[in-house]
């Protein structure tokens, strides 16, 4: 269908003539023929605001003196418009002494000096100071309190960017104008210090100020002038922000926000404030350690990587390729995953290579590979939060997990979006959405079929996409006319109007994606809870097309990237099956080395193995199983009987005490490579300072322990590596560096060197053929409360901290905000217990007990509680169960049985 013809209008510009489209705003318009007009409070993400008045312009002929704010004022046809003229120059000038007049005038000292647009502007219009007397803000009223940053209002102009970004971006709404005259202030609501308030540190407030009103309080150690700006990827959780590293003298001083695909401008409190911290750490191991005699002792590379070698080689000759293992790390690169399983295949040759996805997303990748093809996000992050009609949120927290995407699903509901979270928790967006179903921890099977009954029932379904693009409809159909609401009310202790309610919101909507989180995957049904997602999408049509979708949210930086090259038991790189004879003779042919046709073991299966003594070597890499695994003893357990541990790292973790050989690593900011997003989004790290001491580049080191073992392996740079995953990986074949320069990076399938990426998946025709609809009964959780243990417990991330605190843990202002263990407790519960808020309890499980402080509250309900997996101290997974999936062997951490007990210690309240 043909699109009408954009309307266009034609003006002058400085002289210059200009066409841009009707409703182009001044300011854009002379950006476009490269005339840059001076802005403090512009936002370009946000509509114009127009108050720092100093972008006008001259409008020939127009009214009381044809002076206009650039960024309000729409070009016109015929138009004629002055930028820097006398009169315009003149109104500028004295929009600065205004501001001068109420400003502190310290730019020596400032924070800010040489990244100030007022400091900037003032030295453009010949300022120094200001010609106005009189009063003006009282002094001495800056407020620290925030750990991250400060707020002077002596040095505000009131231009409201940080109100803007914080209401109508970040979705919070904490600061707004206080007071009247002089006394009036940029504030937190009812006027708090920043500590006090509900403002959660994402520092985008001090990154739209144009003054130093609110500076990052690491700034007084630099200035702007001193710094390098190294963009790269975050290296928290999956959702792919961009970010301005600052670097003074070969150390990270600072973190901006860059403009990217799934950021825009924007980052969380750990991207912004935790992203380089531990970078620098004192604590980074710097030289290879050999255990000898129970304790560690500094050795060169060259005895290390010989003790290793040899120890792999002598229990790979005695014991078989399966004696040995290895966990790769899903916070490094696709290149450093590429090569670590490449060396386990090669060098090892086993198949016995596994990442953290094990344990938290595998689940997505088997359930989607298997029901549409592809075990990836379908759809992008921008595609499902900006014009869509109706989000499903399934056991997904994206404020605390995901808090990029958190807050651009807030910004939808500003919008219009209608929000339904199913969750047994009262996440954060609850109080956003249109509807909550707090289900019942391990209900998601009987949810979705009762969704898909009452779709089903109302004649809500999709007859053509279903007759056209699916199998699998008749058995599906005919299993769900058993889940009627009331049936599936009562599994999942929620109303039947509910229920109904949302099925017709999410069917009748035109545009609605399901996404969800570990809240699906980490339980005994975890992948039929995957695969039950599918279903309701097919069902209603709502796959390959926009603003759709099924999108498992990835919980590591590069956990995506993992997956995808190859870190699996079970797939080569691109997830070509390892028990294909033609994909494993298209390997050996290109790795010129005979390759195993066993399927490998999981990291789950590995370490009882490793118990029972059929492993003897495991490499782990970057992972830390003896705090996230569940049921830690019995990976210490582990740990302690295997024959060689090797386990390559940035820090002394947990794990890395039980190794025989500890090697020390790069950590991002000091290596070249890419990282794959949630969003299927291939983007670029750039390394930005070198490697403390003797800490070397992570896949330098494997090809060295290759080719020690009788493998020769050799880079000189990781493009190389990825133009070898090109040739091998048909998803990839259209990406290279070159091509990753531009902003926005490449989503797999990338198939050739002129396809620009893949947006959306399974547009037209779904990866395996037809969409695959399964027919899934609901199973109850494998352990369910008792008398003994009376307490449903889930676990799951908080907003401050990113898995086992090894980089947020390293951040004084992160562990000012919180630095203890806790478990929610509904208030109801708390009473009967006689606990209250801050109490220290002892919370038990069938395999043992932790002691932790009790956070009372109404988040959870009345029999069930929840913990974090991020301290050492209580930490959860000593007690977690470690009951498996029986497909993608993914550990149950969302639910077991537990009983609390008041101790009499008690702390005060911890935020």
């Given at each position: ?37 001076p ?5 370009k ?47 500028r ?11 502190k ?5 400032c ?6 647009k ?33 707020y ?76 390098s ?8 959780c ?22 990217g ?47 290793v ?17 290895g966990?790769?790390?899903?916070r ?18 086993s ?31 921008e ?28 910004q ?36 979705a ?29 005919e ?6 609401p ?36 980490e ?10 997602m ?22 590591q ?46 990291s ?15 490499y782990?890499?970057?992972?830390d ?22 386990v ?59 080719s ?45 060197l ?14 395996r ?40 843990g ?21 009473t009967?217990?006689?606990i209250?808020?801050?109490?220290k ?71």
């Amino acid at each position: 269908m043909s699109t009408a013809p954009t309307a266009t209008v034609t003006l002058s510009i400085d002289d210059q003539e200009v066409t841009v489209p009707k409703g182009t705003t001044l300011l854009n318009a002379a950006k476009e023929i490269g005339i840059e007009i001076p802005t403090m409070c512009h936002l370009k993400e946000l509509a114009p605001d127009g108050s720092c008045r100093m972008c006008v312009v001259e409008v020939e002929g127009g009214r009381k003196g044809g002076l206009v704010t650039a960024c309000t004022a729409h070009a016109q046809e015929g138009m004629i418009i002055h930028t820097n003229n006398k009169k315009v120059s003149d109104s500028r000038r004295f929009v600065l002494d205004l501001l001068l007049s109420n400003h502190k005038l310290e730019c020596f000292s400032c924070a800010q000096n040489g990244d100030c647009k007022l400091q900037d502007y003032s030295m453009e219009y010949g300022l120094t100071d200001t010609s106005f007397a009189g009063k003006r803000q009282a002094p001495n009223q800056i407020d620290d309190t925030s750990p991250f940053f400060t707020y002077d209002p002596e040095k505000c102009i009131m231009c409201r960017a940080c109100a803007s970004v914080c209401q109508l971006r970040q979705g919070r709404d904490v600061i707004s104008i206080s007071n009247r005259g002089f006394d009036t202030k940029m504030l937190p609501c009812f006027g708090e210090d920043w500590k006090l308030s509900d403002c959660e540190s994402c520092g985008n407030c001090v990154s739209v100020c144009p003054t130093g009103a609110l500076s990052v309080k690491d700034s007084v150690n630099f200035r702007k002038w001193e710094t390098s700006k190294v963009k790269t990827t975050c290296p928290h959780c999956g959702t792919g922000c961009q970010v301005n590293l600052l670097v003074k003298n070969n150390v990270i001083v600072g973190a901006e926000p860059a403009n990217g695909p799934a950021n825009k401008n924007m980052l969380c409190v750990k991207g912004k404030f935790a992203s380089y911290k531990f970078v620098a750490s004192g604590d980074r191991l710097q030289t290879p350690l050999i255990k000898r005699e129970g304790k560690f002792e500094e050795a060169s590379w060259d005895e290390a990587l010989e003790l290793v070698s040899k120890k792999f080689k002598y229990l790979k000759n005695n014991y078989g390729p399966d004696s040995l293992a290895g966990f790769s790390c899903s916070r490094s690169t696709n290149e450093d995953n590429f090569i670590f399983e490449k060396m386990v295949r090669t060098a090892f040759g086993s198949n016995n290579v596994d990442n953290c996805a094990r344990v938290c997303h595998s689940a997505s990748v088997h359930g989607l590979a298997n029901t549409l093809g592809s075990g990836a996000m379908t759809n992008t992050i921008e595609d499902i939060t900006t014009d869509v009609d109706v989000i499903m949120l399934v056991g997904s927290n994206p404020t605390e997990a995901h808090p990029v995407i958190g807050l651009q699903i807030r910004q939808a509901v500003q919008n219009g979006t209608k929000l339904i979270v199913v969750d047994p928790r009262k996440i954060d967006l609850v109080k956003n959405s249109e509807l909550h179903l707090q289900v019942k921890a391990g209900t998601n099977v009987a949810f979705a079929n009762g969704i898909m009954n009452v779709i089903l029932n109302e004649g809500l379904e999709d007859e053509k996409f279903i007759q056209e693009r699916t199998e699998g409809y008749e058995e599906l159909k005919e299993l769900v006319a058993d889940y009627t609401p009331d049936v599936v009310a009562k599994i999942c202790e929620i109303e039947e109007e509910d229920l109904i309610r949302a099925a017709r919101l999410y069917a009748n909507a035109k545009k609605a994606p399901i996404i969800y989180c570990l809240g699906v995957t980490e339980h005994s049904t975890g992948t039929k809870g995957v695969m039950s997602m599918s279903n309701m999408a097919m069902l209603v049509g709502k796959l390959g097309r926009p603003g759709c979708g099924v999108n498992p949210l990835r919980g590591q930086n590069n956990v995506q990237g993992a997956c995808d090259m190859g870190c699996s038991p079970f797939d080569f790189p691109g997830y070509q099956k390892v028990a294909n004879e033609k994909i494993r003779q298209k390997f050996k042919k290109a790795w010129q080395t005979p390759l195993s046709s066993n399927t490998g073991m999981t990291s789950t299966q590995v370490l009882p193995a490793a118990t029972k003594g059929d492993v003897k070597g495991l490499y782990i890499f970057g992972e830390d199983p003896v705090v996230t695994d569940p049921d830690v003893s019995h990976v210490r357990d582990a740990l302690k009987k295997l024959d060689f541990l090797v386990v390559q790292e940035l820090f002394m973790t947990e794990t890395a005490k039980y190794a025989d050989v500890v090697l020390p690593g790069a950590a991002f900011a000091e290596k070249d490579g890419t990282f794959t997003n949630t969003e299927r989004r291939i983007q670029r790290i750039r390394k930005a300072v070198d490697a403390p001491g003797a800490a070397r580049e992570d896949y330098k080191v494997f090809c060295d322990i290759a080719s020690k073992m009788g493998y020769p392996m050799h880079y000189e740079h990781p493009s190389e590596i990825m133009d070898e995953i090109a040739y091998l990986v048909p998803n990839f074949a259209g990406v290279n560096y070159k091509r990753l320069k531009q902003e926005n990076g490449l989503q797999w399938p990338c198939k050739s060197l002129d396809d620009p990426g893949t947006p959306i998946m399974h547009v037209g025709e779904f990866a395996r053929g037809k969409g695959l609809f399964k027919a899934i009964p609901y199973q109850p959780a494998q352990e369910l409360p008792d008398n003994k243990y009376p307490y449903l417990m889930s676990t799951g991330r908080m907003l401050y901290h990113y898995n086992t605190r090894s980089m947020t843990g390293r951040t004084p202002g992160i562990n000012e905000i919180s630095n203890k263990s806790y478990i929610e407790v509904n208030a109801e519960s708390a009473t009967q217990l006689g606990i209250n808020h801050g109490d220290k309890v002892k919370v038990s499980s069938r395999r043992g007990s932790i002691e932790t402080f009790a956070k009372v509250g109404d988040r959870v309900r009345e029999d069930s509680v929840f913990m974090t997996f991020h301290f050492q101290d209580g930490n959860v997974n000593e007690i977690t169960n470690a009951v498996c999936d029986d497909i993608a062997i993914i550990p149950e951490y969302k639910v077991c049985a537990v009983s609390i007990e008041p101790l009499k210690n008690k702390v005060s309240e911890s935020r």
